[in-house]
């Protein structure tokens, strides 16, 4: 498998504001960057698990040690702990996040994750993971979610294919270009099979850039921009685009 390589960041919060919304920016953006391409540390503190309303888990390691797979916070500062399971799901690893009610946990996020970490803010918790791309799933996903002390919560995921080399050295500006997104900054049209459904892969495309769509300029290579379109509210994907088609 091939690992992105991402260096400097130097990036417009206005720019980025308008992407990621309220609870992302610039330092969050940086910040995911670098835990995507470091190895995962996180410790699982399962204390005050046994205290927690009961809760019925398609993936819960039910025979196994709490501690191995069970962290136990309080996510949303309302003064009740909260759960969050991180362990096998075939046929992967997930992330499970449960708010506790009082009376019962409810789910409000599940995703597959091979790397978890957690961080508790003044006013909110962040949670990353990261499902790397393997196989058939030709992106890494870097999933951010956010709770805020409201019991309000904000998510989104940066895609990024496996032939994608990020570079990102000089200042960012928003443009808006149609075209084809591509995985290289090459372009190659050539249809061939995909070994892992009944359709047609198409070079090095990845999509279709709708027309007018604003996008976000992280480098420039000759006739080639590298950049980050916002496909949805929950999600981005970075690729390149050829300037003069």
């Known amino acids: 498998m091939k690992s992105s390589h991402i ?22 953006l940086n910040d995911r960057i670098l835990f995507f391409k470091s ?22 390691q039910i025979s196994e040690v ?7 916070s309080d996510l949303n500062f309302d003064g009740l702990n909260d ?25 409000i996020f599940k995703r597959p994750a091979d790397k978890l970490r957690i961080e508790k803010k003044e006013t909110r918790t ?6 790397p791309s393997c196989c058939c799933l030709t992106n890494s996903e870097i999933t951010r979610v956010v709770i805020f002390n409201n019991f309000q919560f904000s998510k989104h ?6 032939e994608t080399e990020v570079v990102i050295n000089e200042p960012s500006f928003e443009t808006s270009i149609s075209g ?10 050539e249809v061939v099979e995909d070994d892992c459904s009944d359709k047609k892969i198409i070079g090095n495309q990845i999509m279709e850039i709708p027309e ?25 994907q970075i690729g390149w685009v050829y300037t003069k088609e």
Not at 83 to 106: A, D, H, K, Q
Not at 126 to 131: A, L
Not at 180 to 189: H, S
């Open 126 to 131: 962040i949670i990353d993971m990261v499902f």
């Open 212 to 236: 007018k769509s604003s996008l976000i300029v992280l480098y420039k290579q000759q006739d080639w921009y590298l950049v980050l379109l916002n496909s949805s509210q929950f999600s981005s």
């Open 83 to 107: 759960l969050v399971y991180f362990g096998s799901c075939n046929p992967y690893n997930e992330v499970e996040i449960y708010l506790n009610t009082g009376n019962s946990l409810n789910r």
């Open 180 to 189: 084809i997104l591509r995985k290289t900054p090459q372009i190659n049209d």
């Open 66 to 72: 709490p501690g191995n797979y069970y962290h136990v």
């Open 39 to 60: 190895d995962s540390n996180f410790v699982i503190d399962s204390t005050g698990f046994s205290k927690l309303p009961k809760v019925e888990m398609e993936c819960a």
């Open 157 to 162: 995921t940066l895609n990024i294919d496996r």
């Open 7 to 28: 260096t400097t960041l130097t990036l417009l919060f206005s720019i980025f504001h308008c992407y990621f919304g309220n609870s992302q920016t610039v330092e969050d």
